[in-house]
Nanobody
Framework: QLQESGPGLLKPAQTLFLRCTISNGSITTDLYYWSWLRQPPGKGLEWIGYIGAGGDRYVISPLESRTSISRDTAKNQFTLHLSSVTPEDTADYFC????????????WGQGIRVIVSS
């Protein structure tokens, strides 16, 4: 089970910080990958990137320059930092995780709505 947490409202140019807490599982489970995704209003789901059980990371090119995905193994959490947000970053954000073959993941959080507005 995964649960997202973080602010729901930001102003342009601020940094979005989201946390995904993993229950009933371990973030270091071998060959598991932990992803962030988002769905802007009226648009399709967009995969942002992942962090692997071994700490390997990937972020899609359009967001790479202002996105960081990290983890806290002690808290069994992984996080998303998205800097310099604009209204175009308004979306429902989801975390997901599972074995490699299920990327972005077999288990999903319920999602958190983030609105960027001045």
């Amino acid at each position: 089970q995964l649960q997202e947490s973080g602010p729901g409202l930001l102003k342009p140019a601020q940094t979005l910080f989201l946390r995904c807490t993993i229950s009933n599982g371990s973030i270091t489970t071998d060959l598991y990958y932990w992803s962030w995704l988002r769905q802007p209003p009226g648009k399709g789901l967009e995969w942002i990137g992942y962090i692997g059980a071994g700490g390997d990371r990937y972020v899609i090119s359009p967001l790479e320059s202002r996105t960081s995905i990290s983890r806290d193994t002690a808290k069994n959490q992984f996080t998303l930092h998205l800097s310099s947000v604009t209204p175009e970053d308004t979306a429902d954000y989801f975390c997901a995780g599972g074995p490699l073959e299920t990327i972005p993941g077999a288990s999903w959080g319920q999602g958190i709505r983030v609105i960027v507005s001045s």
